[in-house]
């Protein structure tokens, strides 16, 4: 079968832009955003057309307490709902579990139930047999499904085929190439894509490509991803996500030709939220202690704490990360 | 002949990185350097393992002012040396000459009078005659030369094949690809470097790359020309440059494999000065204005006024720019 990879004229029918502000944000804020920060983020995302808005997590309360974080770490159903209603729109709604961090048997609620359409597992490469069981949980209470493989920088080869191959057998609909770490180059993404998509046309799954901009590839390696057979895209509002953050949704979709896209409401939103986000103190976006954690191939948890913690001897950083190889 | 385009383990030889931080970023300031910064980076860049520093235009002063402008505008003989004595280092010195705006039959010394070892043309396409006639000047002068023509994304193909094969018949070294404004994606970086490729190998000549960042795409475009064939890449201190900026320095040396170079000066280079260049009212990097310019596929000029002007009114300044289409 001849993959349709798409060029810069026409456009693809099977892209769908997923917007995870609100989840990987929140990994900045706390999930401390404003009402009318969620409220007027889900109206942009239907001007602009997009076609998921992830909410947040749904951590378990047992794990974590609702006095620490905002309400979209836990995203209740009539949280969501006190934004969307009965979401009587084209834009999807989106949750993500961490495998051994959701109590998804009780939180997760039949699809009749809820006004949530994905469910996306987020889980590491050895805890792939738990995520098989939350993806079947979800997907026999009527969801569509996703998983996120992640750290997959750090994952052998063999190993990692392995796993794809255990997920691509069960019933999840979509499986998520994930740089948690910001480490690749777009050429490995090219490969790696390709590794995906082998296994996912014989299983009749669809790949999304989740990007980190450690090393500002978040937005190149998206594309790369796309060119190379990728159809779900996470993006960010102005890359807002941890650490360096994600791919800007801004960049995707100038870049994307499908008519049903509109970069308008996303400018006016960024004029409207970004900079006010950022002189609240959230902290996000390129800058060279998530180059060297990139680079590195290592978790961006030190360079959070250098930049948060106002640092800028970048040389004596690189030396403690070496130190921890 | 089977080109050498390197992998992510070894590292080519034949390449050789361009700091362009004072020229580009000298668009940035006016080319209001301190001497403390020229000298700092220059022995920043000698550390660093750097192949070039440019260190300005070789501008006439028939048609620009000194009063107006920094020294590095201009780039007298004593200027540099006053920096680099006899530059006794492997790090080579480069200028870049406008065509049209450069008094080269006076102003380029012959080498044996001068430490600058390159002299890059910037021409536009229609200037090409010009940029011949001001090539072998250098040339039969002594000096390694370049060609860097500008704002080919506006350029039919055809015009641009004449143009490359024009160029490829004159004693130029190496002809540059370069993206004015910030307008290509990598896909098409990979097309028409091998278009540049095709040509340069047919003449012995070899191939640059120098990119834009409008669309955080310039790390990106850059090693994607890398690994199709080009082996001169300009990049500049945390991007320094007109508008977006340029492929970061930072970004590149922790790219590239070869053991000659250093990216802990370049980091210590950045703690020193470049939050203050910032603090001294300096702007440049990645901001909507420029994606709109790059995507639109115009030059960044009004998006430098959108920004120095601080406005932040993204949707009005799109709607300017379609109409100017």
Redesign the interface.
Known sequence: MQRNNGN?VGFRSDIKVVDCTLRDGGLVNNFAFSDEFVKDLYRTNIKAGVDYMEFGYKASKDIFSKDDYGKWKFCDEEDIRAVVGNNDFDLKISVMTDVGRTDYKNDILKKEDSVIDLVRTATYIHQIPTAIEMIQDAHEKGYETTVNIMAISKVHEDELDKGLELLAQSDVDIIYLVDSFGAF????IRRLTDKYMNIAEKYGKRIGIHAH?N??????NT??AL?NGASLLDATVSGMGRGAGNC?M??LL??LRNPRYN??PV??F??KYI?AEKEKGSIWGYD?PY??TG?LNSHPSSAIKFVNGKR????RF?QELLDME
Do not use: K, T, W
Request: charged share 15%.
């Open positions: 810069l180059y777009p050429e490995q901009n090393q500002q590839l978040a937005f190149a594309i790369e060119s800007y801004e960049s100038a870049f970069l308008v400018m006016d960024v004029q900079q060279i180059l060297l680079v800028d001897d970048y040389s690189y």
